[in-house]
C-alpha cells in the first residue's frame, strides 16, 4: 500500500519527529515524537492548547523526558502505532491527512504521558458522541431552516474558525447574552473589523461546550434580513415571515443573528418596518437576538428608533491593532494552509499585518489582512510555487491593490530612502533647499516618525515660473511612490464655490451625488501618492477650507459623509507669488497648518546648461530606439539653454530640443532607416543637424 499524502504542516512536522528520534540514538519514531513536533511547528496546536490553558513547553518537556534516549546507529524508523495511526487517519479523511486528522487518530490510541499533555485537547480533536436518547427533541422549525444557517451545526462539522485574539469581546458577548432581562447584543463596527467572526466564535464556542450553561444547548441561526425579503411578493407576507420566525426561535430557544440589521429597517410595509415587528419579543427576552451594523448605519437607522435601541446592548467592536491581527492570522494559518496545501511561513503574516496596514488605510484589520494572505495563496497555487508564501508574495498582491512599486516594497527600503535625496537630486537641477525639505518629510513618514493624524507633509513651494515646481513633485512621486503616483489639480480652475463638488462629489439630492470625486477618488485608490495643488492661491475660499481638515486631521469627508484617511499622502501646494502675497491671499489659518514653505530658487546660466543637458540626454534615449546616434557639440548645449527666459524660466527649453533637434531627425528618417549618427552643432548663430563629418541639414 502506497503511503498517505500529507499535507505540508504534517509533512514538515514527520521530518522533524525524525530528527528528535535520531538525535536521541532511538530505532523508532514514535507518536510522541510527532506530539512534539506539532507542538513545535503547529501554531494551531499551541494556540488551541493555551485556549484550554494548557502549556505547550511543559508538555514538550514531559514528552521528551518519557521518550528518553537510545544507542542506535541505523536512521530511525516509524513506530506501528505511528503507522497505525497515520493509516487511520488516511482512511477518515480525504486526502491529503492533516495534522488535524492525525492527532485525533492520536487521541484515539494515546496512553502514558502521550494522553496526559493531550487531554486539554482532545474533545476538540475527537468531540465526545452525545447520546440520543439525551437530547431533547426541539420544536420544528421550518421557517428557520430555510432563511437561515446554523452556525452550531456547521461549527462542529468544522467548517467556522474559532475568534482568534477575540477572547475580552468573546466573554462581554456572552454576559450579555445569558442576562436576565434585555439579553440582546448589538455588535457596532466599521466593514471588516470582525462582527460576524466574533459570532462565528461564540458557535465554536457553543459546539465546544465553552459557554455558560444558559448557552450550551442553544442553536445560534444567522438570519439575513435580505432573505427574508427575497421572495415577498404580496402585501402582508414579509410580515408573516417575521412574525413566524420570532415564533419559531421563541418556541425552539433559539439565538438569533441578524447580520446586517439596518436591513430590517428598510423593510415592511407602509407604517410598519420588520424592525418594529421583532419589539415585542425583545422586550418581553421570549428569544435572544444579536444584530451586526456599522456605526453610520447604526446612526442611521437604529439610533434613530429609540425603542429599538434600547432594547439591545450596544457592544463596539474595534479594530484589532497589530499584535491582535497577527494573532488571528496565526490562528487562521493552519486552516489556510490545509486548503491551499501549502506551508505560510512567519514572514507572509508580519508582511500582510505591516504593509496592508500601510498601504491600504481605507479598509481595516483583520479583513484585508487576511484577504491579502488569501489571495498571495491563491497566487502562488495558481503560479505552480512550490516553496512557502512568504514576503514577497505578499508585496505582489499588495502592489496590484495599492497600485505601489513592487520594488518600493521588496527591496532594502532603508538603503533605498537614503538614496533618494541624490536621486531627486540628479534628476531637478538648482533646488537644493526644496529637494532637501521634500525627502525629510518622506524619509520621515516611511519610518513611521510622522504624527499618526497628519499627511506625510504639506509643503508650499513657492516660485516663478519654469523654476521647476511641478517637475520637483513629479520626480519626488516617480522616485519616493513609483510611477504613476501624482495627482496634479490646477486649482486656478477652481474659483467658484461649488467647484468644492469637483474634489469630494456632490451630497446627496445633487446632480452626479453618486460620481467620486478627483481628489477623494485618487485617496482611495492611491493611499501613497503625491498630490500637487497647483496655483493654491487662485482657489475659491471654499476649496481652500476644504484643505483644513486635511492638513490638520489627515482625512477629508467626501460628499456621502465617508471618511478618506489622507496620512499617507505628501501634499504640495504651489503659487507664483511672493511669500508675502501667498501668506496674505492664503491667510495663516492655511499657511499655519503647512509643515513648511519653500521659495524655489531662480536658475542661473550653469542650472540652464545642466537642464539642457538632461533635455538633451532624454531625446538622445528616444532616438536612440529608431538606432540613431546623437552627438551634440557644447555651443549646441549653450545655444538651447539659452531659449529660456525671464518669464518662463526653463520650460521653453524642453520645446527648443524637440523643435532643434528631433523634428530634424524625425525628416532623416523619413528617408532613411538606422542605423546611423547625426551630429548637431552651430553655424551661422542657428542649430543645424547632420552627418558627423558633412554638413548641416
Same mark, same amino acid.
Request: hydrophobic share 45%.
Given at each position: ?123 476538540? /480533536? ?60 448589538? /455588535? ?381 499622502? /505628501? ?127
Amino acid at each position: 500500500m502506497p503511503p498517505p499524502s500529507l499535507d505540508p504542516e504534517l509533512a514538515v512536522a514527520l521530518g522533524r519527529a525524525e530528527a528528535l528520534a535520531k538525535d536521541a540514538a532511538l530505532d523508532l519514531i514514535g507518536v510522541g515524537h510527532v506530539v512534539v513536533a506539532l507542538f513545535e511547528r503547529s501554531a494551531w496546536l499551541r494556540g488551541e492548547y493555551a485556549a484550554a490553558e494548557g502549556d505547550a513547553d511543559d508538555a514538550v518537556t514531559r514528552v521528551l523526558a518519557r521518550l528518553g534516549r537510545g544507542t542506535a546507529t541505523e536512521p530511525p524508523a516509524r513506530s506501528p502505532r505511528l503507522i497505525a495511526a497515520l493509516a487511520r487517519a488516511a482512511a477518515a479523511t480525504p486526502p491529503p491527512v492533516t495534522t488535524r486528522a492525525l492527532l485525533a487518530e492520536i487521541v484515539a490510541d494515546a496512553d502514558g504521558v502521550v494522553a496526559e499533555v493531550l487531554a486539554p485537547v482532545a474533545a476538540i /480533536l475527537r468531540p465526545p458522541k452525545i447520546d440520543v436518547a439525551e437530547v431533547r427533541i426541539g420544536a420544528a422549525t421550518p421557517l428557520l431552516d430555510r432563511h437561515g444557517r446554523d452556525l452550531v451545526a456547521q461549527a462542529r462539522a468544522g467548517t467556522l474558525a474559532p475568534a482568534f485574539g477575540r477572547d475580552d469581546l468573546l466573554d462581554r458577548l456572552a454576559i450579555s447574552l445569558v442576562r436576565h432581562t434585555k439579553p440582546h447584543v448589538l /455588535l457596532v463596527g466599521e466593514a471588516g473589523v470582525g462582527k460576524t467572526a466574533l459570532v462565528e466564535g461564540l458557535a465554536v464556542r457553543i459546539a465546544r461546550g465553552q459557554v455558560p450553561p444558559a448557552l450550551a444547548r442553544l442553536r445560534l441561526i444567522a438570519v439575513e434580513p435580505s432573505a427574508l425579503v427575497a421572495g415577498a411578493s404580496y402585501r402582508g407576507e414579509l410580515e408573516q415571515r417575521v412574525r413566524g420566525l420570532m415564533a419559531e426561535a421563541a418556541e425552539a430557544g433559539v439565538l438569533l443573528f441578524f447580520d446586517e440589521i439596518h436591513g430590517l429597517f428598510a423593510s415592511g410595509s407602509a407604517g410598519m418596518t420588520s424592525a418594529d415587528l421583532l419589539k415585542p419579543a425583545l422586550g418581553r427576552s421570549e428569544v435572544r437576538v444579536i444584530g451586526a451594523t456599522t456605526t453610520v448605519e447604526y446612526d442611521r437607522w437604529v439610533g434613530r428608533d429609540e425603542a429599538m435601541a434600547r432594547r439591545f446592548e450596544r457592544l463596539e467592536v474595534p479594530e484589532p491593532d497589530a499584535a491582535q491581527t497577527l494573532a488571528i492570522l496565526t490562528g487562521l494559518r493552519d486552516r489556510m494552509a490545509r486548503h491551499y496545501g501549502l506551508v505560510i511561513d512567519d514572514d507572509a503574516l508580519a508582511a500582510s499585518v505591516e504593509l496592508t496596514s500601510r498601504h491600504l488605510p481605507a479598509r481595516r484589520q483583520p479583513d484585508k489582512s487576511i484577504d491579502v494572505l488569501d489571495e498571495a495563496c491563491a497566487r502562488a497555487v495558481v503560479r505552480g510555487a512550490g516553496g512557502p508564501v512568504d514576503r514577497d508574495e505578499i508585496a505582489h498582491v499588495i502592489a496590484l491593490r495599492a497600485g505601489v512599486a513592487l520594488e518600493s516594497l521588496t527591496r532594502d527600503e532603508r538603503a533605498t530612502l537614503g538614496t533618494l535625496e541624490e536621486r531627486v537630486g540628479a534628476r531637478v537641477i538648482g533646488q537644493p533647499e526644496a529637494i532637501a525639505t521634500l525627502c525629510r518629510f518622506v524619509v520621515r513618514g516611511r519610518l513611521g516618525l510622522k504624527p499618526a493624524d497628519r499627511p506625510e507633509g504639506a509643503v508650499l513651494l513657492i516660485g516663478p515660473s519654469g523654476v521647476g515646481k511641478s517637475w520637483l513633485a513629479h520626480v519626488i512621486a516617480e522616485e519616493a511612490y513609483g510611477g504613476g503616483a501624482l495627482l496634479r489639480i490646477d486649482l486656478g480652475e477652481y474659483g467658484e464655490s461649488h467647484h468644492v463638488a469637483r474634489l469630494i462629489g456632490s451630497p446627496p439630492g445633487y446632480v452626479g451625488y453618486q460620481d467620486e470625486g478627483l481628489l477623494t477618488g485618487w485617496l482611495r485608490r492611491r493611499p501613497h501618492s503625491v498630490v500637487l495643488l497647483d496655483e493654491v492661491d487662485k482657489a475659491h475660499g471654499k476649496v481652500r477650507e476644504l484643505l483644513l481638515g486635511v492638513l490638520d486631521a489627515g482625512r477629508l469627508a467626501d460628499g456621502r459623509g465617508a471618511q478618506v484617511s489622507c496620512t499617507h499622502a /505628501l501634499f504640495l501646494l504651489t503659487s507664483a507669488g511672493s511669500a508675502a502675497d501667498v501668506r496674505t491671499s492664503l491667510g495663516n489659518e492655511l499657511t499655519g497648518r503647512l509643515d513648511a514653505v519653500v521659495a524655489m530658487s531662480r536658475l542661473g546660466t550653469m542650472e540652464l546648461r545642466r537642464i539642457a543637458e538632461l533635455q538633451i540626454a532624454e531625446a538622445r534615449a528616444r532616438l536612440g530606439k529608431s538606432r540613431v546616434t546623437l552627438e551634440v557639440d557644447d555651443a549646441v548645449i549653450r545655444r538651447l539653454a539659452a531659449e529660456a527666459d525671464g518669464e518662463l524660466g526653463a520650460r521653453p527649453i524642453k520645446a527648443a530640443v524637440e523643435r532643434a533637434l528631433v523634428d530634424p531627425i524625425a525628416k532623416l528618417l523619413l528617408e532613411r532607416a538606422g542605423p546611423f549618427k547625426v551630429r548637431a552643432r552651430v553655424v551661422d548663430g542657428r542649430i543645424v543637424v547632420g552627418s558627423p563629418g558633412g554638413s548641416g541639414a
